[in-house]
């Protein structure tokens, strides 16, 4: 049976961390003059070299903590904390600032960097995967969780293929409103990652 509560906790948190609405009109800073074939290439690419770097953290990142010994509740705890800083870059507008100063340099191909690393699959973004796949161990909660992760990815796609239009639709008021609202999700579900690390460790301990 699928669980729709675990669902949706990992789309809204991979959504928000990602922030496809976000990375839309830096993609179209990155690929300014860049003609529309090559321009879908890069989208392309950048998106499947962010997905293989969050399915290999999905699937060996909670073996790599346990050999260097940091338990899955501890680094819930870190994990929320980390996200919640993001949340508070994403409230404050720091995030997107940081964004945007990583577009000055002239880059040939933007994929890989800084598309897919940081932007994609930036250190909230893996920290995340890890999160969602220890907090449902097993077969079927990797599969979800990197289901999710595709869907997200897909959905960044789509937005970067369209971003011109979105940036004219929306416009610089309409797209900081929207990530002010995701900053104020991503703060909800940082501070949960944290209680339910914290709720883990009383076991622990005994």
């Not at 989208?43 to 790599?64: K, T, Y």
């Not at 595709?150 to 409103?177: D, N, P």
């Amino acid at each position: 049976m699928i669980d729709t509560a675990f669902l949706i906790t990992a789309f809204v948190t991979m959504f928000v961390v990602i922030d496809p609405i976000g990375l839309a009109p830096l993609f179209v800073a990155l690929t300014q003059g860049v003609p529309e074939r090559q321009r879908r290439r890069i989208a392309l690419r950048a998106c499947a070299i962010g997905m293989s770097i969050l399915i290999a953290f999905a699937i060996f990142g909670e073996a790599v903590l346990g050999f260097i010994g940091i338990s899955m509740p501890a680094f819930r705890v870190a994990g929320g904390i980390l996200l919640f800083i993001t949340a508070l870059d994403m409230l404050f507008e720091r995030r997107t600032k940081r964004r945007e100063d990583q577009t000055e340099e002239d880059y040939n191909d933007p994929s890989v960097f800084p598309l897919a690393i940081p932007l994609i699959a930036g250190p909230g973004a893996i920290a995340s995967v890890i999160l969602l796949t220890g907090q449902k161990p097993g077969v079927e909660g990797l599969a979800l969780v990197l289901a999710i992760t595709a869907l997200v990815l897909g959905v960044c796609m789509i937005l970067f293929l369209a971003s011109s239009l979105l940036e004219r639709v929306l416009g610089k008021t309409g797209i900081t409103v929207v990530t002010r609202l995701l900053g104020m999700l991503l703060a909800a579900l940082s501070v949960q990652f944290v209680l339910d690390g914290l709720s883990n460790f009383a076991p622990l301990a005994g």
